[in-house]
């Protein structure tokens, strides 16, 4: 069995698991630390080294699914962590700070990946759209299966803001929204990129996913918008995914 650690990082914890890649399957638990204070370089080199250290079976590649713009390893956002990441290779960081092959990408990206394998997109043809509602909105775009990376269309104003700002689960926790406001909210954001996209079917993720029965009746029902199959380990076999793919180029 060939496993392969893959890390999501998020904006409250930052979670890591062991990815079987042959077929996607996460196998045993999740781990996760609190994300450090500030998302700084130094707490985040501590943070991944402590949960590596929890997979001793995972010798090979580490994949790191990221909140920031992801051009060729180097980050260039830091939207809800330290600025220190701005223009880092994060691809050395990662390395480095583990001693062996780390490989970065956008964190919905990575999710995104995981649902177009082996998750909700799988065999999808045409436009799919993953949306994660977490810290902020992540959103990863895929066309026929392949990936336009970075698309970060949280950061779109929507009306007035952004459509995080509007509708994150952040914002719903931090505002005590019930459903019906924050699913208007959500249609909005979601009729929007449909309006300027197209796309065939929306996968929505991140950590609301998992409540997607309380919530999924108030969705517009005009949009073709399922939940992330994968839920919270998307990002995590994303991550690993992309590891092992970029690890045999």
């Known amino acids: 069995m060939s496993l392969i650690l893959g890390i999501d990082y998020g904006g409250s914890f930052i979670k890591a698991g062991a990815?079987?890649?042959d077929t996607g399957q996460?196998?045993?638990e999740l781990a996760s630390v609190a994300t450090p204070p500030g998302a700084s370089l130094a707490g985040s080199k501590l943070a991944v080294q402590n949960l590596?250290?929890?997979f001793p079976d995972c010798v090979g590649p580490v994949g790191l699914a990221f909140p920031s713009v992801v051009r060729h390893g180097v980050t260039h956002t830091a939207a809800h962590?330290?600025?220190e990441w701005i223009d880092v290779d994060a691809v050395k960081w990662l390395s480095e700070a583990l001693g062996r092959p780390g490989y970065v990408l956008n964190d919905a990206d990575a999710a995104g990946l995981a649902e177009i394998r082996i998750g909700a997109g799988q065999g999808e043809r045409g436009k799919v759209?993953?949306?994660t509602f977490g810290t902020g909105i992540g959103t990863a775009l895929f066309l026929d299966g392949k990936l336009w990376p970075n698309t970060e269309l949280?950061?779109?104003h929507v009306g007035a803001e952004e459509a995080e700002v509007q509708a994150s689960a952040r914002t719903r926790a931090q505002q005590d929204l019930d459903w019906p406001t924050w699913c208007a909210?959500?249609?909005?954001?979601?009729l929007e990129y449909h309006?300027?996209?197209w796309p065939d079917l929306f996968i929505v993720g991140g950590g609301v996913s998992e409540r997607w029965e309380e919530f999924q009746g108030l969705i517009t029902p005009t949009l073709q918008v399922v939940p992330a199959r994968l839920r919270q380990s998307a990002g995590v076999v994303g991550a690993a995914l992309y590891a092992r793919e970029q690890s045999v180029k």
């Open 154 to 156: 949280g950061h779109l």
């Open 19 to 21: 990815v079987e890649c």
């Open 185 to 190: 909210r959500v249609n909005t954001v979601l």
């Open 129 to 131: 759209m993953m949306v």
């Open 195 to 197: 309006r300027l996209l």
């Open 26 to 28: 996460l196998v045993g």
């Open 81 to 83: 962590i330290s600025p």
């Open 52 to 54: 590596a250290a929890r």
